[in-house]
């Protein structure tokens, strides 16, 4: 009888979600299984969030009320402190600003548990559950050593695609067949040559891996005739084929120096920390150097003498145009 009833009891648990809390760490959760001869221990949340696709799988921060440590929370635990807990760096003024005089005094944080460089941070609190309740410094200095943490994730994503757009990109090179001179109302062939690029970056302390894949190309010829943007970076053609028509070719109706502008889109995608690598919204635009072309006319001239019989002809050497 004393079986069943205890069986009923630990199915009551289970199903509730009912929670065991240890005295030292105020947010630690878990289930306490009853059987016929053993009680499971519960076990503390591991020190980091396990990396996903989507970022971790920590969800907030829990103080030790022993230690007075901070350890990330795991999805489902349940906090007894009346407080919830936030970092932000050290010198941080907000977006990608630091303060630079702060920046000469910052907390070293080198050589941490797992060998790892950690990061400085200022803890701050406020009540739980309060609305409208202001955060405000808890403690710090001090050295945050998790590879991974999960709270940062938005603010990089929030302010990735600034940061791709402030990257060296280099937008690649304007080719012209012929060049630098061309014939007006001749085809004059572009294309650009462009290749896919790799940066690493810090962002609020993070490793932060950047690929920017160019996608599409604009070309703006100099005398008002824009295209694009487009997928075709256009390519080269033999000497021969030099005035033959190309989707990325351009026909000038007027003599002079045209500057011709390749703005490229790239692509990005970056990863944290060696984690997947996630999209960048949108595209970043970027121009490469403008290419000068020189547009000039052809006249053409029926002469009966070649300059061997008259050497004073037009066109021969020395000659002046008429």
Not at 1 to 8: E, F, I, P, S
Not at 16 to 26: E, K, R
Not at 38 to 60: F, L, M, Q, R
């Amino acid at each position: 009888m004393l079986r069943c009833l205890l069986g009923v009891v630990a199915a009551t648990l289970v199903l509730s979600g009912m929670g065991f809390f240890a005295p030292g760490l105020a947010s630690v959760q878990s289930v306490v299984h009853f059987s016929d001869d053993k009680t499971e221990t519960p076990k503390a949340p591991p020190p980091k969030g396990v990396w996903s696709a989507t970022g971790t799988d920590i969800i907030g921060w829990a103080r030790d009320s022993v230690t007075g440590d901070f350890a990330p929370l795991s999805p489902g635990a349940i906090s007894t402190d009346p407080n919830e807990y936030k970092y932000e760096l050290q010198c941080h003024l907000g977006g990608g600003d630091f303060d630079t005089p702060c920046l000469g005094r910052q907390l070293e944080c080198k050589d941490g548990p797992d060998g790892e460089d950690g990061i400085p941070v200022i803890w701050h609190s406020r009540p739980r559950g309060v609305p409208g309740a202001v955060w405000a410094i808890h403690s710090g200095p001090t050295c945050l050593y998790d590879a991974k943490p999960e709270d940062l994730l938005p603010r990089i994503a929030a302010d990735i695609q600034r940061q791709f757009q402030s990257l060296p990109v280099n937008a690649g090179t304007v080719v012209a067949q012929p060049s630098p001179h061309t014939l007006r109302g001749a085809e004059t062939n572009f294309y650009a040559e462009s290749v896919e690029q790799q940066f690493d970056v810090t962002m609020f302390g993070q490793q932060v891996h950047i690929v920017a894949t160019p996608v599409q190309y604009t070309w703006s010829y100099g005398d008002g005739t824009v295209f694009g943007p487009q997928p075709s970076m256009g390519g080269p053609l033999p000497q021969d084929r030099w005035g033959e028509k190309t989707r990325t070719s351009h026909a000038y109706g007027s003599t002079g120096d045209f500057q011709v502008v390749l703005t490229t889109s790239f692509q990005g995608t970056y990863s944290v920390n060696a984690g997947p690598p996630l999209p960048i919204p949108g595209q970043g635009q970027f121009n490469a150097p403008p290419q000068t072309i020189s547009v000039w006319r052809s006249l053409t001239r029926n002469y009966a003498d070649d300059c061997n019989a008259n050497p004073q002809g037009q066109g021969c050497p020395g000659v002046g145009a008429p």
